[in-house]
């Protein structure tokens, strides 16, 4: 019979131990299980029970997730943390069997079952209920965001032309209100005569009072040489119902009541009160997003005499799109009682390089 030699036998012998620490410290490291009402077995540590479902962290597919409903009971061999839907909170490890659960703490032992588990979580982190507040305080939280445009163009030759149009806005905003506050210059020359020469700037504040609902105020101010108008003053306050609050979507819909006050280069003024009207839209994509505004202004003395602004325009992202962005579009202006001499429809078309900074 022929010998094994010894040192083959040791050697041999070192790496059998070795793959059993290792199966066994692969064991200890994902330790627990989870038995589903089937009758299958899912080895590995507990993450979490959080929205219905049971976070697993396996050594053969990392992190999965199991529905708590199909779950029949757990087990862990490290201390973990379990709310149940009582509304106690219990630290220890857990002894699965049927559809029970043992939970072994300090203060003595507890049963329960899988389905009164509301939230499990590890030892040191937050716990669901910690985080919702966390994050609540975060979105109650203001911050500023600003964005600055410009657009200039020019020709010379037959005839000589530039136009020059600069816009700012500052917008301070929480999950609890909004306000914003915009600027924009807007001049222009064709053969020494004057194309444009306006200026707009207005406050615009949203308390929200519910998901859905808010109450507005605004305040806009205008000049326009172009119009022969010295000022034009829009106030104007009402409710908010928001349609759409998606990620990539929102929609806002405006009515309240407004005041319109104009005064004109000739000593003419006009005063009237009346409605305000509003569409508010803006829809992402992975390419860029897009901006809708619609006000609607009618006269309560008489309807017939209303201004309406449209704005609609598309922003590109310049480079990474964190800073420069490039916006395209098109506003219409109309009155329907100008002065003598003037068009009812102002439209413009516009490309604009935005700068969003926070």
Do not use: C
Request: zero cysteines; glycine letters at 8%.
């Amino acid at each position: 019979m022929k010998h094994i030699p010894l040192n083959f036998l040791r050697s041999n012998a070192t790496l059998l131990m070795l793959f059993l620490l290792a199966v066994a410290s692969s064991k200890f490291a994902f330790g627990g299980t989870v038995q589903t009402k089937d009758g299958s077995f899912i080895s590995g540590k507990i993450l979490s029970i959080e929205e219905g479902a049971i976070k697993i962290e396996t050594s053969f597919a990392g992190t999965i997730e199991v529905k708590q409903s199909d779950v029949s009971n757990f087990s862990t061999e490290d201390t973990i943390n379990l709310s149940t839907s009582d509304g106690n909170t219990l630290v220890g490890t857990v002894e699965g069997s049927g559809d029970e659960l043992l939970v072994s703490t300090e203060g003595g032992s507890f049963e329960t079952r899988t389905d009164q588990i509301s939230h499990a979580w590890q030892p040191g982190q937050d716990s669901p209920a910690d985080r919702a507040l966390k994050a609540q305080a975060d979105a109650s939280k203001r911050s500023w965001k600003y964005n600055a445009s410009v657009d200039i163009s020019g020709k010379s030759g037959n005839s000589d032309r530039s136009a020059m149009r600069i816009g700012a806005s500052a917008t301070l905003q929480s999950s609890e209100d909004r306000l914003r506050f915009y600027l924009g210059i807007d001049k222009g020359k064709e053969n020494d005569s004057t194309t444009a020469d306006e200026i707009k700037g207005g406050i615009d504040y949203s308390a929200f009072f519910s998901d859905t609902f808010s109450w507005y105020a605004r305040t806009e101010l205008e000049t326009d040489d172009i119009e022969l108008l010295d000022l034009r003053s829009t106030t104007a306050f009402g409710i908010g119902k928001h349609v759409l609050q998606e990620d990539d979507q929102s929609l806002e819909v405006r009515g309240g009541l407004a005041y319109r006050f104009e005064s004109f280069q000739d000593g003419s003024e006009v005063e009237s009160p009346g409605l305000d009207l509003s569409l508010i839209h803006s829809k992402d994509f992975t390419w860029g997003s897009l901006n809708n505004l619609l006000n609607y202004n009618p006269s309560f003395e008489d309807f017939g005499n209303f201004r309406v602004y449209h704005e609609s325009s598309l922003d590109l992202p310049v480079g990474t799109g964190e800073f420069w962005t490039l916006r395209v579009g098109l506003s219409n202006d109309y009155n329907s009682e100008p002065l003598p001499g003037l068009k009812e429809m102002d439209t413009t078309y516009f490309t604009r390089l935005l700068l969003k900074w926070k």
